[in-house]
C-alpha cells in the first residue's frame, strides 16, 4: 500500500501554515491575550466531541438504515457525502464494520492521515510513534491497554491509512439501543470506536 503524504508533515516537522499557527500562538500567549489552557480545553472539545459527531452519525445511519449501511460498506466516500460531511483529508473514505469475528483498528504507521471531516481533529496519541508502530506488531496488546480485551476468537484487522485513502470504523451496534431513533444512536459513537480502539457505549438503562 503506497503512503505518498504530499499533505502531511512527519511528527518532527511542522507545515508552513503550523508554523505560522504556533508563532503567533506564542507571541499572543507572551502578551497575555490568551491562556493556553483555554486553547487546550477548545483542542480537546473538537477532538473528542464536536469533530467525532459527524462520524457518529454516519455510524447511526448505517445502524438504522440497512441500505445505507450497505451503501456505506460499497462507497463510504459518496454515502458520507450524501450527509453533507466531505472536504479535505476525508475525499476518499473506506469504512470497515466490526463483527463478533474480526474488529478493527486504523492506524497510519508513517505520519497521521486522518479521516477530519468525520472524526474531526486526531487524539495526540494517533500521531505518537509508539502507537504507529505497536498497532501493527501487536494490535491486541494495544487494545488491552485502552482497556478493551477482545475474545480470544475475534480476529484483529489492522487497516493502514493513506494520503490517498482514510478509514471509518463502523462498531457494533450496542446490545439494548433497540427503538433508540438515529440522535439517541449517536450518543452512543465514540471516536474511539470509531478508529478501533474501543467499543460503542451502552445505553443508559430506563429505570422502571
Avoid at 502531511?8 to 500562538?25: K, T
Avoid at 459527531?53 to 438504522?64: I, L, M, P, T
Avoid at 496488546?141 to 484487522?157: N, S
Wanted: net charge negative; charged share 20%.
Amino acid at each position: 500500500m503506497s503512503h505518498d503524504h504530499d499533505d502531511h508533515h512527519h511528527d518532527n516537522h511542522l507545515d508552513p501554515m503550523a508554523a505560522r499557527v504556533r508563532a503567533l500562538e506564542t507571541i499572543l500567549t507572551q502578551k497575555g491575550l490568551i491562556d493556553p489552557a483555554a486553547i487546550d480545553a477548545i483542542v480537546e472539545t473538537y477532538e473528542t466531541k464536536v469533530g467525532p459527531r459527524n462520524g457518529a452519525k454516519v455510524v447511526a445511519k448505517a445502524w438504522s438504515d440497512t441500505g445505507y449501511a450497505e451503501w456505506l460498506r460499497r462507497d463510504a466516500t459518496t454515502a458520507i457525502a450524501s450527509l453533507g460531511f466531505t472536504g479535505r483529508q476525508g475525499e476518499h473514505m473506506q469504512a470497515v464494520f466490526n463483527t463478533p469475528e474480526t474488529h478493527n483498528l486504523v492506524v497510519c504507521t508513517l505520519c497521521s492521515c486522518y479521516p477530519w471531516s468525520v472524526l474531526g481533529l486526531p487524539p495526540v496519541w494517533y500521531k505518537a510513534p509508539p502507537y504507529r508502530s505497536r498497532a501493527v506488531i501487536d494490535p491486541r496488546g494495544v487494545l488491552e491497554e485502552f482497556g478493551l480485551t477482545l475474545p480470544a476468537a475475534t480476529k484483529v484487522r489492522v487497516w493502514d491509512s493513506t494520503a490517498e485513502l482514510r478509514y471509518l470504523v463502523v462498531p457494533m451496534r450496542p446490545e439494548g439501543s433497540q427503538g433508540l431513533d438515529e440522535e439517541a444512536l449517536a450518543d452512543l459513537v465514540t471516536r474511539d470506536s470509531m478508529i478501533g480502539t474501543g467499543l460503542a457505549s451502552m445505553p443508559a438503562k430506563v429505570p422502571t
